[in-house]
């Protein structure tokens, strides 16, 4: 995690060497005091500093009367005191400022809140954008869509829990994604035609995926999480390089039609070992296709 100071911390000096900085006679305790509050202050930077090695994003940041609150996306969080108090605490969506002192040090922190992003690479290296980005789209507005060092992210405003109806058709250079575990539905029609994408990454919150969802995608193995109660009719239609498909649900998710018809013709269904007898009944046009699989 990258740490930006800004204003630098001033040299601490003993009591004597700060007194010799001055010609004429002056209050030693009143410099005595200030020594001992930037000593203060420091030993709080370094432990903050200390905290962010563990390199784990800052999801928000708090301010109280002793200290700060620093909360991580591992649900964790870590109490720093300042017994002279942190000025100020503020956030946005992409740092946190930390102001100590009155000499207004900042201290800037990369904060974000992982199920604010989606990654994403495309086949030319280039920024790509959503088909459809309005807010109703992601239930969140997107702020930034960078391009840096082979990867591509998309930023909002706020936790994305849809990718709705048509967001991201027929985008033909997206080639991989990762969407966050806040997402809980896939719209219709949502990766359709994204003929070039390879590699999806479907988060751990996902109940459902819609019509034509990935139709005509290329990507040769999917990962359907265990949440997922429901495919839409030709989901899966035409991904023709689709050999194996892992469901991780105990309970079989509803399947419309045609939902993996024209994938590879070797492709496997690999579902729960205890589970293989109920699902070979509930989806019985791939009933010869179904494998157990210990997730």
Known sequence: MRILLIATMPMLLSSCELLELFEEPCDHSFYEQRIDELEEIQTALHTLMGVLEEELAIVKVEQYSDGIIVYFSDDSYRIIYDHSGFLSVRQDYKYVYITVDEDQIVFLLDSYDKNRKIYYTTTDGKILSPT????????????????????????????????????????????????????????????????????????????????????????????????VYSFGEASFEYCRNLSNIYVKA??????????????????????????????????????????????
Not at 203 to 212: A, F
Not at 263 to 287: H, L, T
């Open 132 to 227: 459809k980005s309005t807010p109703d789209i992601f239930q969140a507005n997107l702020i930034s869509n960078v391009y840096e060092n082979g990867q591509g992210c998309y930023t909002f405003d706020d936790e994305v829990t849809i990718v709705g109806d048509y967001a991201f058709q027929k985008c033909a250079t997206l080639a991989t994604i990762k969407l966050p575990d806040s997402v809980v539905t896939l719209g219709r029609n949502s990766f359709d035609h994204c003929t070039s994408l390879r590699e999806i990454h479907l988060g751990n919150g996902l109940t459902s995926i819609g019509k034509y969802a990935f139709w005509f995608c290329s990507m040769t193995e999917i990962v359907i999480p265990e949440l």
């Open 250 to 295: 105990i309970t079989p998710p509803n399947i419309g039609p045609r939902a993996f018809d024209a994938n590879a013709s070797n492709r496997k269904f690999y579902v729960p070992q205890e589970y293989v007898a109920e699902y070979q009944r509930v989806w019985p046009s791939y009933a010869k296709l179904i494998e157990g699989y210990k997730f």
